[in-house]
């Protein structure tokens, strides 16, 4: 069957692709220590999104927002 | 602005500036060594001669390397927006989200595939399917970029929506006239053909590198002459587009205009500031003191590229803020009082249209929301007191844009002398011309910073131009939190780059031999 097949190769390309790398590997260290900080740290602990995490909907949050918008006029 | 702490505004602009400066030390050499490798390997199949393969394979490890520790990097401005300025993504939700959703997929889909294709590819794939993987890993970088410009630009000229008072967001009525908005395609050809000079400076000193060490000479040689190519066709059209950007500011943002020249007073046939200091004297547009120590200027040459016109008139800052002059448009400009008034009725009119909803009074609500629509186009300038705090900051943007400006000015020569002597094979020779090429590198970065720095300082104090200020944006979250969590990034992006460099500099003194 064909398919098969091109999953196998696809498989083959990445595996041996990854295996070949020299700097790659270091940069791939780099970039999914770069993830993990980004994600689950800066993200979950720092950046909650600050409408979704205090408004349990949209119409809450539009209300909010308008209340800001009206209340913050001089 | 009622119990809103003004170091917050400030923490966060900071915060929002330093990520996107870090941000953008990557992505302009993503989009110009991108170019480079592409043509280098598009010469590669054309001869089938092997210095250029090796020369790809080159500049292709140091674009991944650039790559791998730029990417994602601008992921954390979304956190921002999410999280410090939750009343603006909530008002331009609609507008927004689409462009950065999109920009997204074309980034995880076509990068990501073709990427693989161009780094495991070489000896799978044939040639031609290989180079067209490497266009297309480019082309799909450039694209993102594309997205990301296009919900800029409609920061600086919002068009294409319509605001809900229902959802209090801004709605997407016309995709089109969003994504072709005269700002957006400027500010894209302007930024990515920016980002082939900074490509062309970045392969160039690093060539010129290699022959001042004598080592890979021939590589080098060939790297200088399609850098130089690039870099002076990439420059000259950077200037091109820059006149376009500075003709759209002048339509759309006179205040930018006039505070990228310093300009206090308009007339008509006005000349340019070629090169002036600023008078730290002058402290407000309402004294009469010279704005200038000094200053060269080219005659009716702002009139020109403002409005194409050398008899025209440009407005300053007093002027702005006086109104009364007639715009380009052919309508007259308000003053800052007549806009400042009906903002305040805009905004009272989004109350008003609450109550009346609260009531279920339909003819009132029906007035109020005409009555919002009517003066939706000044709704931001409701939020703000004084005429002063329309005014960004002068010196910053007036130096920026100069200096800007001047370096491109330079790279056209240095890339044309670059390209002469390059022609009649004497640069070997001219070690002198050599070590400037290879100081010219961070000039680059420097002036891609700092046509960043024009366009989002000088559009201050608006987060969406005439729509939302800064004030009215910012969440309220503390900014002791803004602050640590400022550090927190200038930590992991300084870490990033150290990382960069060292790793940058270790595969350049490798050098391309063994690739």
């Excluded at chain 2, 000229?157 to 809900?164: I, K, R, S």
């Excluded at chain 2, 003709?247 to 090169?275: D, H, T, W």
């Excluded at chain 2, 005429?387 to 400006?405: A, H």
């Amino acid at each position: 069957m064909k398919s098969p097949l091109f999953i196998n190769k696809l498989i083959s390309f990445y595996t041996e692709g990854f295996r070949a790398m020299t700097v790659g590997k270091t940069l791939w260290f780099i970039v999914l220590l770069k993830l993990f900080i980004m994600f689950a740290v800066l993200k979950l602990f720092f950046f909650p999104n600050y409408l979704k995490t205090n408004f349990k909907d949209d119409a809450s949050r539009a209300n909010h927002v308008r209340q800001e918008l009206i209340n913050k006029t001089n | 602005m009622n119990g809103l702490d003004a170091s917050l505004v400030d923490w966060s602009r900071a915060q929002f500036a330093m990520t996107a400066m870090y941000h953008w030390l990557f992505v302009p050499l993503t989009l110009g060594l991108g170019l480079i490798m592409c043509i280098m390997e598009s010469l590669y199949v054309k001869t089938g001669n092997e210095e250029w393969k090796k020369a790809t394979k080159f500049w292709m490890t140091l674009f991944g390397v650039n790559f791998a520790i730029g990417v994602a990097t601008g992921i954390i401005m979304e956190f921002e927006f999410g999280t410090n300025w939750s009343n603006y993504s909530w008002f331009v939700g609609d507008i927004f989200g689409a462009p950065l959703a999109i920009e997204a997929i074309i980034a995880f889909f076509m990068e990501a595939t073709f990427i693989s294709l161009m780094f495991f590819g070489w000896k799978k794939v044939s040639k031609g399917f290989h180079l067209a993987s490497t266009w297309l890993t480019v082309i799909g970088a450039t694209i993102s970029a594309l997205w990301i410009l296009v919900a800029n630009a409609w920061m600086q000229y919002p068009v294409g929506m319509e605001f809900n008072p229902d959802t209090v967001r801004n709605e997407m009525i016309d995709f089109w006239s969003i994504l072709l908005s005269p700002v957006a395609l400027n500010k894209f050809f302007h930024t990515v053909i920016s980002s082939w000079v900074l490509g062309s400076l970045f392969v160039l000193g690093v060539s010129s590198w290699y022959i001042l060490k004598k080592r890979d000479t021939g590589f080098a040689l060939k790297s200088i002459k399609v850098a130089s190519i690039v870099g002076l066709v990439a420059t000259l059209l950077t200037a091109y587009t820059g006149d376009g950007s500075a003709f759209n500011v002048a339509q759309r943002q006179p205040m930018k205009l006039a505070v990228m020249e310093g300009l206090y007073e308009g007339k008509s046939n006005i000349g340019l500031v070629a090169f002036g200091i600023l008078n730290p004297a002058k402290k407000s547009y309402k004294d009469s003191i010279n704005p200038y120590l000094f200053k060269i200027e080219i005659p009716s040459m702002l009139s020109l590229l403002a409005n194409r016109d050398i008899n025209s008139y440009v407005p300053g800052i007093k002027n702005i803020l006086n109104g009364g002059y007639k715009m380009p448009n052919g309508t007259i400009a308000l003053s800052f009082d007549e806009k400042h008034l009906r903002g305040k009725a805009a905004i009272q009119s989004l109350a008003d249209y609450q109550k009346a909803v609260q009531a279920k009074d339909t003819a009132a609500a029906k007035t109020h929301k005409e009555a919002l629509k009517a003066n939706y186009a000044q709704f931001g300038y409701g939020y703000i007191d004084k005429p002063e705090k329309m005014i960004p900051n002068i010196p910053t943007v007036f130096y920026s844009f100069r200096i800007m400006v001047m370096l491109g000015f330079y790279f056209i020569a240095l890339f044309g002398v670059v390209l002469f002597f390059s022609s009649k094979k004497k640069i070997e020779e001219m070690k002198w011309l050599l070590r400037i090429c290879l100081w010219s590198i961070p000039l680059g970065y420097v002036a891609s910073q700092l046509g960043w720095v024009v366009a989002e300082v000088g559009r201050q104090p608006w987060a969406i131009q005439d729509v939302l200020p800064l004030n009215a944006a910012i969440s309220h979250v503390s900014s002791g939190s803004v602050m640590i969590t400022f550090f927190l990034f200038l930590t992991l992006f300084s870490a990033l780059l150290v990382a960069e460099i060292r790793i940058m500099l270790k595969q350049i003194k490798e050098g391309p031999s063994e690739k």
